[in-house]
């Protein structure tokens, strides 16, 4: 266990549905960052954020997907219109001053 | 950009084996290097990392060597056990927003 916990650990959605996966990272940590996992491929970079402050997002991160964290602890991801193409695992990740991530067991999407 | 090249599988191994997971790099300046382990349906923990040009990570039985002048940080074991089985990454962060960047893995499995 890293101390970053996902949920839902698990998430199966029709096309077109919208969904949100939450993320709590390490609490003395200040840098939350979100990747995305296909199947067979190292995990890819989508944003990041430094306390609530988002500074920087991917090409992969379509205007369909919106992160937020409102108070510089716990951290949503949000998939709107969701398409076949979006399964994936979504993994969470934080940093801190011993300037190693921490990642989160993942959050497994499949759109059918 | 920065890229990191990891050797592709998978990798097949007897139990007590050798093991080595060539891992290449190319980055702005001197990063910080890691390697990540992921056991099936679970997200990435760290397994070892090193900071500096000769330094050598380890943990578990794994070792690496942060090799500048190859811009090399190859995974080595010298007896491997069924519960090594997992997908192996290498990683680097980008300098400044420390977002990290992925070679693909490598699928290893021990077979007693």
């Known amino acids: 266990d890293t101390g970053v916990s996902q949920n839902p650990r698990h998430k199966i959605t029709k096309r077109g549905q919208n969904v949100t996966f939450r993320c709590d990272p390490i609490s003395e940590h200040n840098r939350l960052y979100w990747y995305r996992q296909t199947l067979g491929q190292g995990p890819e970079f989508l944003t990041y954020f430094q306390n609530e402050a988002q500074l920087e997002k991917s090409r992969l991160l379509s205007d369909r997907f919106s992160a937020e964290r409102p108070k510089g602890s716990f951290s949503t991801l949000e998939i709107q219109r969701t398409e076949q193409g979006d399964s994936a695992m979504y993994l969470c990740a934080s940093w801190g001053l011993a300037e190693t991530q921490y990642f989160g067991p993942g959050t497994r999407l499949l759109v059918l | 950009g920065d890229s990191v090249t990891q050797m592709e599988g998978p990798v097949t191994l007897s139990e007590e084996a050798f093991l080595t997971i060539n891992c290449t790099y190319t980055a702005t300046g001197y990063p910080s290097l890691f390697w990540y382990v992921q056991y099936p349906g679970e997200g990435l923990q760290l397994l070892l990392k090193a900071t500096k040009a000769d330094d050598k990570g380890s943990n578990k039985g794994f070792e690496a060597t942060y090799r500048k002048e190859t811009t090399s940080f190859h995974l080595e074991k010298g007896s491997v056990q069924v519960s090594d089985s997992a997908v192996y990454f290498c990683?680097?962060?980008?300098?400044?927003?420390?977002?990290?960047?992925f070679g693909t893995g490598t699928r290893l499995t021990i077979i007693p």
């Open positions: 990683a680097l962060p980008n300098f400044g927003n420390e977002k990290l960047t």
